[in-house]
C-alpha cells in the first residue's frame, strides 16, 4: 500500500491510542499531516504516544477517556474541536478481549463489559463525532472489527460477538450516512501482536481454551500494528470511498478491491450476509437495497 497519503489539514480522534494498533495509526496519520487527538484509558499511555508524535514533528492532542461513559466521549470531542478544529476522521479502535471459555461458564458481567467496550464505546463516539461530520457534508468512520468476526470461534464469543456486531454497525452507518458525505469501514487487522494478543498466549485461560492462537505466531502468520495503521491511513485519504460500507483486511489487495467497487456491492462482497441454497441465484437477481 502507498505511503504517499497527504491528510494535510484533517483532524483524527482515535480511541485506545495509548499502544499497540492504535498507537501505530495515531502515529501514522500524523505523519501524513494530520492532527491527532489520542485517547485511551491510561493517561501515561496517551502522553507517551502524543510525544512520539511530537517528537516526530507532528500535532497530538492526548486525552484520557474512558469509551464507554457517555460524557466523557461528549467531553474528548468537544475538547479536540476545541483544541484541533471539527473531527475528518474518526478511528474506533479501542478494545477489550475476554476469554470466557464455554458460554454456560462465563460470568455475565465480565461477558458484557467486553461487549460494553467494543460495541457501545464505537457507537458512543460515532453519535458523539458523525452528527458534525454530516453538517459539513464529509467525514470517514472506521472501525477497527477482527477476523474473530467471520467465523465462530469456540470459548471466545464475548470478543467475536462484539466486533460481528460491530462490523453491522459500520454497514448501518454507512447506509444511514451514505447522502450526507460520510463514509464508514471495517478493519481486519489479522492477528498483531498487541497487549491482547500478549494476554492470550500467556495467560492460563488462554492456553487452556485457545491453545491454536499461539501457532499463528509460530507460524508468522502474523502482522505488525503497523500494517493496520497503513490501511487505515490509505482509507483516512478518501482513495477507497467506494468501499464504504465494507470489512476490508490487512492481505486485501485494495487497488482491486476499488476497481472491483461494482461487482462488491451488488453480490454483497466483503460484507456480513447469510448464505443460502438459493443466495448465487437471488444475488444475479437483486442487488443489495439501498
Known amino acids: 500500500m502507498t505511503d504517499k497519503v497527504d491528510l494535510t489539514g484533517q483532524v483524527a480522534l482515535v480511541t485506545g491510542g495509548g499502544r499497540g494498533i492504535g498507537r501505530a495509526t495515531a502515529i501514522a496519520l500524523a ?12 493517561q501515561e499511555q496517551v502522553l507517551e504516544t502524543a510525544a512520539l508524535i511530537e517528537s516526530r514533528g507532528g500535532r497530538a492532542r492526548p486525552m484520557s477517556a474512558d469509551v464507554t461513559d457517555a460524557e466523557a466521549v461528549q467531553a474528548a470531542v468537544d ?32 461477558w458484557w463489559a467486553c461487549l460494553d467496550v467494543n460495541l457501545r464505546g464505537p457507537f458512543l ?3 458523539a463525532v458523525v452528527p458534525q461530520m454530516i453538517s459539513r457534508g464529509r467525514g470517514r468512520v472506521i472501525n477497527v472489527a477482527s477476523g474473530a468476526s467471520l467465523i465462530p470461534i469456540k470459548y471466545f464469543s464475548a470478543y467475536a460477538i462484539s466486533k460481528t456486531a460491530l462490523m453491522r454497525l459500520t454497514e ?14 471495517s478493519v481486519n487487522p489479522g492477528s498483531a501482536n498487541t497487549a491482547m494478543a500478549n494476554t492470550i498466549l500467556t495467560s492460563e485461560e488462554g492456553k487452556r481454551w485457545l491453545p491454536w492462537f499461539s501457532t499463528v505466531f509460530d507460524k508468522g502468520e502474523d502482522f505488525p500494528p503497523e500494517a493496520a495503521a497503513h490501511l487505515i491511513r490509505l482509507l483516512a485519504s478518501g482513495e ?17 478491491m476499488i476497481q472491483s467497487a461494482e461487482l462488491i456491492k451488488q453480490s454483497s462482497l466483503y460484507a456480513l450476509r447469510m448464505r443460502s441454497l438459493q443466495s448465487e441465484e437471488l444475488s444475479k437477481a437483486k442487488p443489495d437495497h439501498e
Open 31 to 42: 505523519e501524513a499531516g494530520a492532527s491527532v487527538a489520542v485517547i485511551a484509558r491510561t
Open 79 to 110: 475538547q479536540t474541536c476545541e483544541n484541533l478544529g471539527p473531527i475528518d476522521l474518526l478511528v474506533n479502535n479501542a478494545a477489550v478481549g475476554t476469554i470466557s471459555g464455554p458460554i454456560w461458564e462465563t460470568d455475565p458481567a465480565e
Open 125 to 127: 463516539c460515532v453519535r
Open 172 to 185: 448501518s452507518l454507512a447506509r444511514e450516512s451514505a447522502k450526507s458525505g460520510v463514509c464508514a469501514f
Open 240 to 256: 477507497a470511498d467506494s468501499l464504504s460500507g465494507r470489512m476490508i483486511g490487512v492481505s486485501d489487495d485494495v487497488q482491486e
